[in-house]
């Protein structure tokens, strides 16, 4: 079992709706988590971190970590199609960042 | 502001060939990473460096060594390729060894 598990989908959604990413975490101990972003051919670029338990909103972005469940979530609001790429959650675990395997999603017209 | 600098970005090497990836960000951050990706397997991590004179493993060292020659520059070496090294390898910096990465565009090999 992968240290940082996702669903690696596809995950189609239309224009307009709301994807919802879904990543859980084995080490209890982690402070700090991350999602990145990654469009085919290009590398990962950090979209959101979150260290707090509860929801941290960024325009139509928003992460939701609870630590009790190990369970990290980012939501995307009126998705758009330029918002199709492979979303990457990482996790801090003892000074190393732990990926998980990537969720693809189709934002569809 | 070149950022995060691989080199080479495309290589093919034969199985039992040697070679070393380049990595430099003049971002004057003081971590560094050496990630692998493959299909269905996200990222996962080879090798860092939290700050200069220090390395440590990370989740899938076998195969590999790697130098933090100096602050900005950090390499990966595969002293004997195997078929199973083909992968795209990311470098990435940090200001502190905290998890907001920058990663270069990675490079692409292929061991035949």
């Known amino acids: 079992q992968k240290e940082v598990e996702q669903n690696s989908g596809p995950l189609s959604v239309p224009e307009g709706a709301i994807a919802s990413l879904n990543c859980t975490y084995s080490d209890r101990g982690s402070q700090s988590f991350f999602w990145y972003r990654q469009y085919s051919g290009k590398s990962p670029e950090l979209i959101m971190s979150i260290y707090s338990n509860g929801d941290k909103e960024d325009g139509r972005f928003t992460a939701q970590l609870n630590k009790a469940s190990q369970y990290v979530s980012l939501l995307i609001r009126d998705s758009q199609p330029s918002d199709s790429a492979t979303y990457l959650c990482a996790v801090n675990m003892g000074g190393k960042l732990i990926f998980g395997q990537g969720t693809e999603l189709s934002v569809k017209p | 502001n070149a950022g995060v600098t691989q080199t080479p970005k495309f290589q093919v090497l034969k199985t039992g060939q040697s070679m070393t990836l380049q990595c430099a960000q003049d971002m004057n951050h003081n971590s560094m990473y050496w990630y692998r990706q493959d299909p269905g397997m996200g990222l996962r991590l080879i090798y860092y460096s939290a700050s200069e004179g220090t390395t440590d493993k990370g989740e899938v060292p076998n195969g590999y060594n790697v130098s933090r020659l100096n602050k900005r520059e950090f390499s990966l070496r595969l002293e004997s390729a195997a078929p199973s090294q083909t992968s795209v390898y990311f470098c990435?910096?940090?200001?502190?060894?905290?998890?907001?990465?920058?990663f270069g565009e990675g490079s692409r090999l292929t061991v035949l």
């Open positions: 990435a910096s940090s200001l502190l060894n905290t998890g907001e990465l920058f």
